[in-house]
């Protein structure tokens, strides 16, 4: 699959002059793609999410999806490449988030995936495969790493339009549905007694003075 995979972007790299591309050689594809994928794969600690600058994962030699395909992304601009990121799910069975980037060569769409290692024409893939989704807390990850960063809106042209619509309407990053949470009243319990004192108050003999004895 390596080889059928080096080939393919082989030809792909060839021909970009030919498209309008304006790369400055012909090869710069092939060798940022690969340098990409060397990056070792680091998964975030549960619950954070930094996105890394391209500068920083080239440093570091380590990151996970967004990390390397930014990085992807930032050398193919560079050279002149038509590419931009894409945020959503690789697979419809998984639910994890991913990263990846795409590409026009000519008049095809590619699927770049870095972490991954692979180049695909969009049209050959299943729709449920590498599908866009919006998400407010993503978009939100997004537009803090262009401002710490001074980049401006144009590395995922859709998620520049959705942080357009949630700035106009703060609630259309919140959930259409609200699941009523249910919270149990808490009532004082009865005080009972032990069940040695139970059994021993009903075996006490109530004695009334005209029952003395001594009177």
């Given at each position: 699959?390596?080889?059928?995979?080096?080939?393919?972007?082989?030809?792909?790299?060839?021909?970009?002059?030919?498209?309008?591309?304006?790369?400055?050689?012909?090869?710069?594809?092939?060798?940022?793609?690969?340098?990409?994928?060397?990056?070792?794969?680091?998964?975030?600690?549960?619950?954070?999410?930094?996105?890394?600058?391209?500068?920083?994962?080239?440093?570091?030699?380590?990151?996970?999806?967004?990390?390397?395909?930014?990085?992807?992304?930032?050398?193919?601009?560079?050279?002149?490449?038509?590419?931009?990121?894409?945020?959503?799910?690789?697979?419809?069975?998984?639910?994890?988030?991913?990263?990846?980037?795409?590409?026009?060569?000519?008049?095809?769409?590619?699927?770049?995936?870095?972490?991954?290692?692979?180049?695909?024409?969009?049209?050959?893939?299943s729709p449920s495969a590498y599908q866009c989704i919006q998400s407010a807390s993503l978009a939100r990850t997004y537009k803090d790493y262009m401002d710490r960063n001074n980049i401006g809106?144009?590395?995922?042209?859709?998620?520049?339009?959705?942080?357009?619509?949630?700035?106009?309407?703060?609630?259309?990053?919140?959930?259409?549905?609200?699941?009523?949470?249910?919270?149990?009243?808490?009532?004082?319990?009865p005080v009972r007694k032990s069940y040695s004192e139970e059994k021993l108050a009903g075996k006490?003999?109530?004695?009334?003075?005209?029952?003395?004895?001594?009177?």
């Amino acid at each position: 699959m390596r080889r059928a995979l080096t080939s393919s972007l082989a030809l792909i790299a060839i021909g970009l002059s030919s498209i309008g591309c304006a790369p400055k050689h012909e090869k710069s594809f092939l060798y940022h793609f690969n340098t990409a994928s060397r990056i070792r794969y680091s998964r975030e600690e549960e619950g954070g999410d930094f996105w890394q600058t391209a500068a920083q994962t080239k440093l570091l030699e380590s990151g996970d999806c967004e990390d390397v395909s930014l990085s992807l992304l930032d050398s193919l601009r560079k050279d002149g490449y038509k590419v931009v990121a894409r945020f959503g799910r690789a697979n419809s069975r998984v639910r994890e988030l991913h990263v990846w980037l795409e590409a026009e060569f000519g008049n095809e769409t590619y699927i770049v995936d870095p972490t991954v290692g692979i180049v695909v024409k969009r049209s050959s893939l299943s729709p449920s495969a590498y599908q866009c989704i919006q998400s407010a807390s993503l978009a939100r990850t997004y537009k803090d790493y262009m401002d710490r960063n001074n980049i401006g809106p144009g590395i995922n042209p859709q998620y520049d339009i959705y942080l357009e619509m949630l700035a106009k309407d703060k609630n259309l990053g919140r959930p259409k549905v609200r699941i009523p949470v249910y919270i149990p009243v808490m009532r004082p319990m009865p005080v009972r007694k032990s069940y040695s004192e139970e059994k021993l108050a009903g075996k006490k003999k109530i004695i009334s003075p005209a029952d003395d004895p001594e009177d």
